[in-house]
């Protein structure tokens, strides 16, 4: 291409046009191309100037520079004298390897050597509507989250249809990509441009990956198609410029477009000029750009928006299938299982990014780790800061000079003050007005309020844009990108601010969505004494004041004392305070379908109180009614086991009851009635069995076993008739036995309201355990202090 450039008499008059509508001095423009006054004036005359000053002095009046200047002939040839497909064939085998080796890897975070792009490359899902765009109400964005049982959910979930990536980008020929950051949107670009080269996808169109941020910082400033010609030439190709604007004009370059929100505010007008100008004038070929979806505040007309979907499930196991096949086949199984058993951690993994550093945390250790405010905080700082430090890219600083710290504690007031009014979504302008009560009292801070409101809305889009921490959901409606987050800036706040004084927190000791912020905090606290101690106080306070619960914590003290164990005796409390509680015969009375959860509810607060022992797993199904012989040792928890298989045998009494009481009718109820029948029948068999100790209670049982009919199916219908009328006495008087040999099967008959308040007071005590167990610094003293009196009635603590 020629040194130097003049204007073509058209070129000039639209310069000149240009030049008059922008009511610009020639200093101005001379100032902006960074050139002296003279260039201005020679390119004003016609007279050449050098190329790099001539496509600047275009770009500034908005111009494109080929329409302007006075062209040679052969840029000007006709595109229909050239052999196309021979040059596109020439061109793809000429950037073959530089296309390969710019995209045909990935290395991120802490990874000790690239990986490439197809052995880690997992498809992206896009989603045809953009979700900020979307004006719907937080009832909405509400619909079937688990609010009030906290069965976890995840943020923003999206209902509306995916579809595949690469079918959108089949679909458009201008498509602009969003996402969040660590979405997987250059991946996906350096992917595309891998099939391209490889001639699985537009085999007939030459490839060409550009990073919007080299581009923008090109020395000389150059237009998109100079860029593209420079590009290349590097590559070998002869007369560059020519070949670029042949094969664009052709349809033939699928150019891609990458991070248009890392290129710097100075040069967004320009840049985003180039890439406007050049898709609207070789409108055949194609165009894809990635973008951050919160710093996309343009248009470009002629294309098309979609978002990238978050990771779902299949897409999770895909990426860890892959990362650990070939280096460990072992954990590439763990993996998965690890995440399950952690639903905060795998919130986390939807996002490919945070995914990747899940996946180096476990392949470094083949665990996640214990502390997981620790695990948290990394993820974070991934975001915050090292994302972007790691590619070098400096983003405008648009929080009031705020540190890292700075930063995380103003986070931190907005996740607290929207979680204590149990907003999971919030409006912006309840955002906005907590970054203004934050940033108001900084140092310089200014004391108007429009100022002020000003500042909130640019820190609120910069918080957005740079880090993904917080995401518009919907139409002026936020959250935090993942409630894992929002729980750990929540847990934060109580560490900073608190001061000793948990009182608010602790407060919420009975609230299911407060559990990970109390293990959070136990966690970032130097010492957590203060907290485990007032837990402990506000669990004690749950039932002081009933007598009838005090009676039956006296209750299980006594039957605790009177067994013998293996296990602690806080553990043997733990144990038979669920066993015997109203809530163990309503869910063993509805075992089919919720057996597992029952399981581990029943025995999760026993095993973790007793380090050094498993109290073991035990099968409810009435299909299959075992002893807990599986787990229970045969010498030492011979009491266990017993108790166990008479409150078993209770509970199945109660509901045979229960059922044939019913005019029930079908066949499935049939076999259900049937089923708990046989299961009644199984477990009063091992009891009977188990009763070796007592004769008197041996004898009782196999009297009532002697009584009980036949449960053969063949048998049920006279069974059903004998039951209807004699099983509610048969039930009692199995009950009655139970609490003269076993001072267990008490009918305490609590209200409805006891009931939920015995279910707190479990829920209390197992997270305070959960608390404990974590990894927190709790004196040895106050563990001392709190295992003496854990389960205990008031009357029994001294």
């Given at each position: 291409m020629?040194r130097?450039?003049k204007?073509?008499?058209?070129?000039l008059?639209?310069?000149e046009l240009a030049f008059?509508t922008k009511?610009?001095?020639?200093e101005?423009l001379a100032g902006?191309?960074?050139?002296?006054?003279?260039?201005?004036?020679?390119?004003?005359?016609?007279?050449t100037v050098?190329t790099?000053?001539f496509?600047?002095?275009?770009?500034e009046?908005?111009?494109?520079?080929r329409?302007?200047?006075?062209?040679d002939?052969?840029i000007?040839a006709?595109?229909?004298?050239?052999?196309?497909d021979?040059?596109?064939l020439?061109v793809r085998?000429?950037i073959?390897?530089s296309?390969?080796?710019?995209?045909g890897?990935?290395?991120?975070?802490?990874m000790e050597?690239?990986?490439?792009?197809?052995s880690?490359?997992?498809s992206v899902n896009?989603l045809e509507?953009?979700?900020?765009?979307?004006?719907?109400s937080i009832?909405?964005?509400?619909d079937?989250?688990?609010?009030?049982?906290?069965?976890?959910f995840?943020?923003?979930?999206?209902?509306?249809e995916r579809?595949p990536?690469?079918?959108?980008v089949?679909?458009?020929?201008k498509?602009?990509?969003?996402g969040?950051?660590?979405?997987g949107?250059?991946?996906?670009?350096?992917?595309?441009?891998?099939?391209?080269?490889?001639?699985?996808f537009?085999?007939n169109r030459?490839?060409?990956?550009?990073t919007l941020?080299?581009f923008?910082?090109?020395?000389?400033q150059?237009d998109?198609?100079?860029?593209?010609g420079k590009?290349?030439?590097?590559?070998?190709i002869?007369?560059?410029?020519?070949?670029?604007?042949?094969?664009l004009?052709a349809g033939?370059?699928?150019?891609?477009?990458?991070?248009?929100?890392?290129v710097?505010?100075?040069?967004?007008?320009r840049?985003l000029?180039?890439i406007r100008?050049?898709?609207?004038?070789?409108?055949a070929?194609?165009?894809?750009?990635t973008?951050?979806?919160?710093?996309k505040?343009y248009?470009?007309?002629?294309?098309t928006?979609?978002?990238?979907?978050?990771f779902?499930?299949e897409?999770?196991?895909d990426?860890?299938?892959k990362?650990?096949?070939?280096?460990?086949?072992?954990k590439?199984?763990e993996?998965?299982?690890?995440?399950?058993?952690n639903p905060?951690?795998?919130?986390l993994?939807t996002n490919?990014l945070l995914l990747?550093?899940?996946?180096?945390?476990f392949?470094?250790?083949?665990?996640f780790?214990?502390?997981r405010a620790?695990?948290?905080?990394?993820?974070l700082?991934?975001?915050l800061?090292?994302?972007d430090?790691?590619?070098?890219?400096?983003?405008?600083?648009?929080?009031?000079?705020?540190?890292l710290?700075?930063?995380?504690d103003?986070?931190s007031?907005?996740a607290?003050n929207?979680?204590?009014?149990?907003?999971?979504f919030?409006?912006?302008?309840?955002?906005?007005?907590?970054?203004r009560?934050?940033?108001?009292?900084?140092?310089?801070?200014?004391?108007d309020?429009?100022?002020?409101?000003?500042?909130?809305?640019?820190?609120?889009?910069?918080?957005?844009?740079?880090h993904?921490?917080?995401?518009?959901r919907?139409r002026?409606?936020?959250?935090?990108?993942?409630?894992?987050?929002?729980?750990y800036?929540t847990?934060?706040?109580?560490?900073?601010k608190?001061?000793?004084?948990?009182g608010?927190?602790?407060?919420?000791l009975?609230d299911?969505q407060?559990?990970e912020?109390?293990?959070?905090?136990?966690g970032?606290?130097?010492?957590?004494?203060?907290l485990?101690l007032?837990?402990k106080?506000e669990?004690d306070?749950?039932?002081a004041q009933?007598?009838?619960l005090q009676?039956?914590?006296c209750?299980?003290e006594?039957?605790?004392?009177?067994t013998k164990?293996?296990?602690?005796?806080?553990?043997v409390?733990?144990?038979y305070?669920?066993?015997?509680s109203?809530?163990a015969?309503?869910?063993?009375?509805?075992?089919?379908?919720?057996?597992?959860?029952f399981?581990?509810?029943?025995?999760?607060l026993a095993r973790?109180?007793d380090f050094?022992h498993?109290?073991?797993?035990?099968?409810?199904?009435?299909?299959?009614?075992?002893?807990p012989?599986?787990?229970f040792?045969q010498e030492h928890d011979?009491?266990h086991?017993?108790d166990y298989?008479v409150?078993?045998?209770i509970a199945f009494?109660l509901?045979?009851d229960?059922?044939y009481?019913r005019?029930?009718s079908g066949?499935?109820d049939?076999e259900?009635?049937?089923?708990?029948?046989?299961?009644l029948a199984r477990?009063?068999a091992?009891?009977?069995a188990?009763?070796?100790?007592?004769?008197?209670l041996q004898?009782?049982l196999q009297?009532l076993?002697?009584?009980l009919p036949?449960?053969s199916s063949e048998?049920?219908?006279?069974?059903e008739r004998w039951w209807?009328?004699?099983g509610r006495d048969?039930a009692e008087?199995l009950?009655?036995?139970?609490?003269q040999?076993?001072n267990?099967?008490?009918d305490w008959q609590?209200s409805e309201a006891q009931?939920?308040?015995?279910?707190?007071?479990?829920?209390?005590?197992?997270?305070?355990?959960d608390?404990?167990?974590s990894?927190?610094?709790v004196?040895?003293?106050?563990?001392?202090?709190?295992?003496?009196s854990l389960?205990?009635?008031i009357k029994?603590?001294?």
């Amino acid at each position: 291409m020629a040194r130097s450039l003049k204007a073509s008499v058209e070129g000039l008059k639209k310069a000149e046009l240009a030049f008059n509508t922008k009511g610009k001095t020639q200093e101005y423009l001379a100032g902006s191309v960074d050139c002296t006054r003279q260039v201005v004036i020679n390119f004003f005359a016609r007279r050449t100037v050098a190329t790099r000053f001539f496509q600047a002095i275009c770009t500034e009046l908005g111009l494109d520079w080929r329409e302007i200047a006075e062209l040679d002939a052969d840029i000007q040839a006709p595109i229909q004298d050239v052999d196309l497909d021979a040059l596109v064939l020439e061109v793809r085998e000429k950037i073959h390897a530089s296309i390969q080796k710019r995209c045909g890897t990935m290395r991120v975070l802490d990874m000790e050597q690239p990986i490439t792009i197809d052995s880690i490359y997992t498809s992206v899902n896009i989603l045809e509507k953009i979700s900020r765009n979307q004006r719907r109400s937080i009832e909405e964005l509400l619909d079937g989250c688990e609010i009030e049982n906290f069965d976890r959910f995840i943020l923003g979930t999206v209902r509306q249809e995916r579809i595949p990536a690469l079918k959108a980008v089949e679909r458009h020929d201008k498509l602009m990509i969003l996402g969040k950051p660590g979405a997987g949107k250059t991946t996906f670009l350096k992917w595309l441009a891998l099939q391209c080269n490889g001639g699985k996808f537009n085999q007939n169109r030459v490839p060409l990956f550009v990073t919007l941020k080299e581009f923008a910082e090109t020395e000389g400033q150059p237009d998109l198609l100079s860029f593209i010609g420079k590009q290349l030439t590097e590559w070998g190709i002869e007369n560059a410029d020519v070949v670029g604007a042949k094969i664009l004009q052709a349809g033939r370059l699928i150019v891609l477009l990458d991070g248009l929100d890392e290129v710097k505010a100075q040069d967004h007008d320009r840049v985003l000029n180039t890439i406007r100008q050049t898709a609207e004038k070789f409108d055949a070929s194609q165009f894809v750009i990635t973008c951050r979806i919160a710093a996309k505040e343009y248009i470009f007309e002629q294309f098309t928006e979609v978002e990238v979907a978050d990771f779902d499930d299949e897409q999770i196991a895909d990426f860890a299938h892959k990362w650990f096949q070939l280096k460990d086949p072992v954990k590439a199984k763990e993996f998965p299982q690890e995440l399950k058993a952690n639903p905060g951690l795998k919130e986390l993994a939807t996002n490919p990014l945070l995914l990747t550093l899940l996946c180096l945390v476990f392949e470094s250790g083949g665990r996640f780790p214990v502390n997981r405010a620790e695990l948290y905080k990394e993820g974070l700082d991934v975001l915050l800061k090292k994302w972007d430090a790691k590619r070098n890219i400096r983003r405008e600083e648009v929080y009031k000079q705020l540190s890292l710290q700075r930063k995380e504690d103003l986070l931190s007031q907005v996740a607290y003050n929207a979680f204590e009014r149990s907003d999971y979504f919030f409006k912006q302008g309840f955002v906005e007005e907590q970054i203004r009560e934050y940033i108001r009292n900084l140092p310089n801070a200014s004391n108007d309020s429009e100022t002020l409101q000003l500042d909130s809305e640019a820190v609120l889009n910069s918080i957005a844009a740079q880090h993904g921490l917080l995401v518009e959901r919907a139409r002026g409606i936020y959250s935090f990108s993942h409630l894992t987050f929002q729980e750990y800036f929540t847990a934060r706040w109580f560490k900073e601010k608190a001061d000793g004084d948990f009182g608010a927190l602790i407060s919420h000791l009975t609230d299911k969505q407060w559990r990970e912020v109390f293990l959070l905090t136990v966690g970032m606290l130097q010492s957590a004494d203060k907290l485990v101690l007032g837990m402990k106080r506000e669990i004690d306070r749950l039932l002081a004041q009933d007598e009838k619960l005090q009676e039956f914590l006296c209750w299980v003290e006594e039957k605790s004392r009177s067994t013998k164990s293996r296990y602690k005796l806080l553990a043997v409390r733990a144990y038979y305070l669920i066993l015997a509680s109203p809530r163990a015969f309503i869910l063993i009375m509805t075992a089919l379908g919720v057996v597992d959860r029952f399981l581990n509810n029943t025995f999760a607060l026993a095993r973790a109180l007793d380090f050094n022992h498993d109290l073991g797993h035990f099968d409810l199904d009435p299909e299959c009614i075992v002893g807990p012989d599986v787990a229970f040792n045969q010498e030492h928890d011979h009491d266990h086991a017993l108790d166990y298989a008479v409150t078993v045998s209770i509970a199945f009494a109660l509901d045979c009851d229960r059922n044939y009481a019913r005019a029930l009718s079908g066949a499935q109820d049939i076999e259900r009635k049937h089923d708990y029948a046989c299961a009644l029948a199984r477990a009063l068999a091992y009891a009977l069995a188990r009763a070796i100790e007592s004769t008197e209670l041996q004898e009782s049982l196999q009297q009532l076993k002697d009584r009980l009919p036949d449960t053969s199916s063949e048998n049920h219908e006279n069974f059903e008739r004998w039951w209807q009328a004699n099983g509610r006495d048969w039930a009692e008087e199995l009950r009655a036995i139970m609490i003269q040999h076993r001072n267990i099967g008490h009918d305490w008959q609590f209200s409805e309201a006891q009931k939920e308040l015995l279910q707190q007071y479990y829920d209390a005590n197992k997270l305070l355990v959960d608390c404990l167990n974590s990894d927190c610094y709790v004196s040895r003293e106050v563990r001392a202090e709190i295992e003496a009196s854990l389960l205990l009635p008031i009357k029994s603590r001294s």
